[in-house]
T-cell receptor
Framework: DAGVIQSPRHEVTEMGQEVTLRCKPI?????LFWYRQTMMRGLELLIY????????DSGMPEDRFSAKMPNASFSTLKIQPSEPRDSAVYFC??????????FGQGTRLTVV | EDQVTQSPEALRLQEGESSSLNCSYT??????LFWYRQDPGKGPEFLFT???AGEEKEKERLKATLTKKESFLHITAPKPEDSATYLC?????????????FGIGTKLQVIP
């Protein structure tokens, strides 16, 4: 299996622009997680899905952030409009049941 | 609120010098504790899951143990390739939601 696949690996955008991050989870995994990692706060859970349904989005920082999972093999995290403080590494992870999550390589987002 | 504290924040070891990393936690209803390894520019890589006090898991030079309040990651005779940041995470359930809280990590450097 190729593991969790994220795209793009790097994104540089201007403040106010829309940013869309993409994730393909491991086939057969029924949980999908979006995390954000910064030096100051470490890894923070933003939202997670179970069987394509959003279960807990309490970690989403603001209404500018939204996530969708239209099918079992694809999810997006969108930021609109983006701000410099959104700069971070965003990880997608997936798991089978409530076991350990397996992470993608991440998207490094820089908002200038 | 669930809390995970890892110590030390950074550790420098000579090759072959064994040591332990600590992960102390405060959580209601612990379901599992995870250890991950993260290399620069990459996503966290799953190492171990521990479920109950007294449980131990081993993989090569690493051994993870769990008590009711903390977990240790013991590194025996480390090699330079063991250099990485080691992350601890606790999984709990609150209000029907799965919660995973990560520590900030311990950055390990093994010098030849």
């Amino acid at each position: 299996d190729a593991g969790v696949i994220q795209s793009p690996r790097h994104e540089v955008t201007e403040m106010g622009q829309e940013v869309t991050l993409r994730c393909k989870p491991i086939s057969g995994h029924d949980y999908l997680f979006w995390y954000r990692q910064t030096m100051m706060r470490g890894l923070e859970l933003l939202i997670y899905f179970n069987n394509n349904v959003p279960i807990d989005d309490s970690g989403m920082p603001e209404d500018r952030f939204s996530a969708k999972m239209p099918n079992a093999s694809f999810s997006t995290l969108k930021i609109q409009p983006s701000e410099p403080r959104d700069s971070a590494v965003y990880f997608c992870a997936s798991s089978r049941g409530q076991g350990a999550a397996f992470f993608g390589q991440g998207t490094r987002l820089t908002v200038v | 609120e669930d809390q995970v504290t890892q110590s030390p924040e950074a550790l420098r070891l000579q090759e072959g010098e064994s040591s332990s990393l600590n992960c102390s936690y405060t959580v209601s209803g612990l379901r599992g504790l995870f250890w991950y390894r993260q290399d620069p520019g990459k996503g966290p890589e799953f190492l171990f899951t521990l479920y109950s006090a007294g449980e131990e898991k081993e993989k090569e030079r690493l051994k993870a143990t769990l008590t009711k309040k903390e977990s240790f990651l013991h590194i025996t005779a480390p090699k330079p390739e063991d250099s990485a940041t080691y992350l601890c995470a606790v999984q709990a359930y609150s209000g029907g939601y799965q919660k995973v809280t990560f520590g900030i990590g311990t950055k390990l450097q093994v010098i030849p």
